[in-house]
């Protein structure tokens, strides 16, 4: 009986120290493979999705022959799951650059390090071309519909009772692809209500504005008469001058705006005689909205005009003007740069 107890004693000790050399075998081997350049030579996209289950992504990875072996595929997805790392994995674009492991793998995916794509939105844009643009961006998820109603768009990210015009960011955005044409346009409607309010706070005395608001209608018609950018604060103080004396604006982007999809590309005096909202030569002061999507340095000039005395302004034909103080100047201008040659 002795007998058998010490045998049995034996079996069970050697089955535990097999065990724990298996184990140990196991754990070193798990390293070496972890720590193991990926098998390839030059840089591999992974993509993961969103809701995408790191298993999943796992056996992608292993179709397309970017493990070493069978097994450093199954040692990463066994330590994310020890390690509860494959829940932090995120979406997007991944380049893997050879002489990468599976551990800097895991890594560059829970911190979110993709490729970002890219979209721009051009200074003086108009909403419905930025909206086109994001529409047709195939990196992005669409999940508004081609003909939204502007009120509908703006109340779906979270700017309700607001029009659309004017209220996003010109600027160059670069996101993971996926990301959804609602929350690009919340960034840009973000990023455009921040830089208002830090140029409305630290605007210039004495301005004719009744609210920020105002001064960016302002600003989106700076951007859009402005061919030079020294010019932006001088535009913005004939108009400026104009609105506190009472004279009408008089600029053509309002008339064309308020035209809309009908202006074909040629403003004729009758477009100027014919009323509408927009209208700068038969209403006065600012247009009900921004005509475009100004940019910051377009802001900037809006809230800080400079202060020359011009009233007048006439293109040069090399995207400069001409600024005038009086008529009579003015009227000399435009017969020396509008009227020569006809």
Known sequence: MKALVKALLRITLLLILLAVVTVAALIWDGQRQLKAPLSISEVERVSIAR???FATVIAQMQANGVFSSARQGHYLLLWSRITEENRRIKAGEFD????????DALEMFIEGRSVLSELRLPEGWKFSQAFTLIASHEDLEHT???DIAPDELMRRIGHAGQHPEGRFFPDTYRFTKGMSDVELLRHAAKLMTQTLEAEWQARAPDLPYASANEALTMASIVEKETGAAVERSRIAGVFLRRLKVGMLLQTDPTVIYGIGDAFDGNLRRVDLERDTPYNSYTRKGLPPTPIC?????AIHAALHPEDDGS???VARGDGTHQFSKTLAEHNAAVSKFQLRGR
């Open 144 to 146: 508004l519909p081609d």
């Open 51 to 53: 809701g995408d289950r």
């Open 311 to 313: 009233v007048f302004f």
């Open 293 to 297: 999507l100004p940019g910051r340095a």
């Open 96 to 103: 893997l650059a050879p002489g990468a492991t599976p551990l």
